[in-house]
């Protein structure tokens, strides 16, 4: 600079590093708070459903015919609480998807080189949020498997 103009004043030497740095610490630190409750979000819907299917498994586990499924195979057992949790899941990620193309107008002066209405990520969240169902049904898929018929029926 006084190689320039030694008359101008100098202050506040950053390099460009450190002055994208600090214009750009609000959005990350925004980003790392909207990740964060996002994980938590995820957490909260994982217990949520795993509560669920194992409500209805323990309230399944009273009725006969669950009991005699239980004496037979367990694979259906199995088969029957997943199947179970993933209709839900399914019916779930449907009116989420509904209300976010809903919401896509709303949303599309913060998404950055993304399209509000973009498929594969659309598509992704789905697989990731009927993954995150799956695993939280099975837990109370395999509680149901070690269901003794014959408690089973002493409840009835």
Avoid at 2 to 19: F, H, L, W, Y
Avoid at 37 to 43: E, G, K, Q
Avoid at 74 to 100: E, K, N, P, S
Avoid at 148 to 155: E, G, H, K, M
């Amino acid at each position: 600079m006084r190689a320039v103009d030694p008359e101008q004043p100098v202050s506040q030497i950053r390099t460009m590093e450190q002055v994208l740095g600090e214009s750009l610490a609000q959005r990350k630190f925004s980003l790392v708070l909207i990740g964060i409750f996002a994980a938590l979000s995820v957490l909260l819907a994982a217990i949520g459903v795993a509560g669920v299917m194992a409500f209805l498994v323990a309230h399944a586990r009273k009725k006969w015919a669950f009991a005699w499924r239980s004496a037979r195979n367990t694979r259906d057992v199995f088969g029957l609480v997943l199947g179970q949790g993933l209709r839900m899941a399914l019916l779930g990620l449907l009116i989420g998807l509904a209300g976010a193309f809903g919401l896509t107008r709303l949303l599309s002066g913060m998404l950055f080189g993304v399209k509000p209405s973009d498929p594969l990520t659309f598509a992704l969240v789905s697989a990731f949020l009927i993954g995150v169902a799956l695993v939280a049904c099975w837990l109370p898929a395999r509680a149901a498997t070690r269901v003794d018929p014959i408690v089973a029926l002493r409840y009835e």
